[in-house]
């Protein structure tokens, strides 16, 4: 059974910082790659960031300079630090997992990021 459990969301000022973790089970980590969707409420999932199982990574315009996601394949996580953080940065963020070839795609349950005064 494949699970991803999220960690690390919550209520951060304008300006702060947040880590976000994802681990894995169930699945042969080091194959997949990685990242994070968000949703805002009334818009629609986005992609963040995605690293792949050779470590390249790829980010939404909305968060280059600010985000950056890496992976530890012995330990099975996936984070993502966010500084600068804004409040349009607000949303439910989502870890996943995507397999090689047959792309099959495996969500984390979400975690909430709020960035508010």
């Known amino acids: 059974q494949v699970q991803l459990v999220e960690s690390g969301g919550g209520l951060v000022q304008p300006g702060g910082s947040l880590r976000l973790s994802c681990t894995a089970s169930?699945?042969?980590?080091?194959?997949?790659?990685m990242g994070w969707y968000r949703q805002a409420p009334g818009k629609q999932r986005e992609l963040v960031a995605v690293?792949?199982?050779?470590?390249?990574?790829n980010y939404a315009d909305s968060v280059k300079g600010r985000f950056a996601i890496s992976r530890d394949n012995a330990k099975k996580m996936v984070d993502l630090h966010m500084s600068s953080l804004k409040p349009e940065d607000t949303a439910v963020y989502y870890c996943?997992?995507?397999?090689?070839?047959?792309?099959?795609?495996?969500w984390g349950q979400g975690t909430q990021v709020t960035v508010s005064a």
């Open positions: 996943y997992s995507r397999a090689p070839l047959t792309m099959t795609t495996y």
């Open positions: 169930g699945i042969i980590f080091g194959i997949y790659s």
């Open positions: 690293i792949t199982s050779g470590g390249s990574t």
